[in-house]
């Protein structure tokens, strides 16, 4: 019964949210055609649509997509990495952790745009450099979220895992880590729009790394030569894989794990 419920809530949503969208491409549609807009400026979503099929069918977007899903890949993956390897060393030793909440005050609030020019010295304008920025802007959320979720585990859950043996890694991967993941699960979707915005907007600033770009190239690249419906295209195939990752990673992940376990309310 339960399940059916669930099942029926999200139908439910995702109808909700497919109208929506609908909605929204009908209603930019009908403003095109009333003329109030440049139509350089304000192109049709019918064409709109067109550029992005062709796009599409020719294979250029594809290729776009790959290289941004690569280097955002690889950038958060580092990012991961780091957060777990700070985060622990926080957890272990007082002085850390003070530095660490000192340093997320200092470098938290600096969007990972304003670093590029540093990164552009020290890396060049090649995708090294984009990657470190991607590290650089979703760095943080997930030292945030990660922090903030072991520290709020509650102590009794930890004396009751030491209670029934578990030591060392064994506490952390039965108890600390469960206990941690809506935290967790929350930094690495926040790192995830934080390494999107950060990948197309360093792509933006100074073009295609090597001769070669993802989407924010792509989107640079239109505007240049007043490709409009291109450019919209570009970001309406961003808004796509977002919610693609949203929906089919992020929500099955936290309805298999966080709302089984009881840990948000429905």
Known sequence: MVKAREEKTERKKTLNQVLFIIGALLGWELMAWTG???????????????????????????????????????????????????????????????????????????????????????????????????W??????????????????????????????????????SILLPGAFPYILTGLRVGWARAWQASVAAEMVFGASGGEGGLGWFIYKKRFFLEIPSVFAGMILIILIGLLVERLCFEEVERRTVRRWGMTAE
């Open 36 to 134: 109030w807009f440049p139509p350089l400026l304000f192109p049709k979503m019918s064409q709109v649509l067109i550029h992005l099929w062709a796009g599409l069918s020719g294979g250029e977007l594809l290729a776009r997509v790959a290289f941004s899903l690569y280097i955002i890949g690889l950038g958060l993956s580092l990012a991961v990495v780091t957060a777990a390897l700070v985060t622990t060393g926080a957890m272990l030793s007082p002085l850390i952790s003070d530095w660490v909440q000192a340093l997320m005050a200092v470098l938290h609030p600096l969007p990972g745009i304003a670093i590029l020019p540093v990164i552009i010295l020290w890396l060049g304008t090649g995708s090294r450099s984009i990657v470190a920025v991607i």
């Open 136 to 173: 650089f802007s979703s760095l943080w959320p997930l030292i945030a979220n990660l922090h903030t979720g072991l520290r709020s585990v509650p102590t009794t859950q930890i004396e009751v895992g030491r209670n029934l043996g578990l030591k060392g890694s064994q506490l952390v991967r």
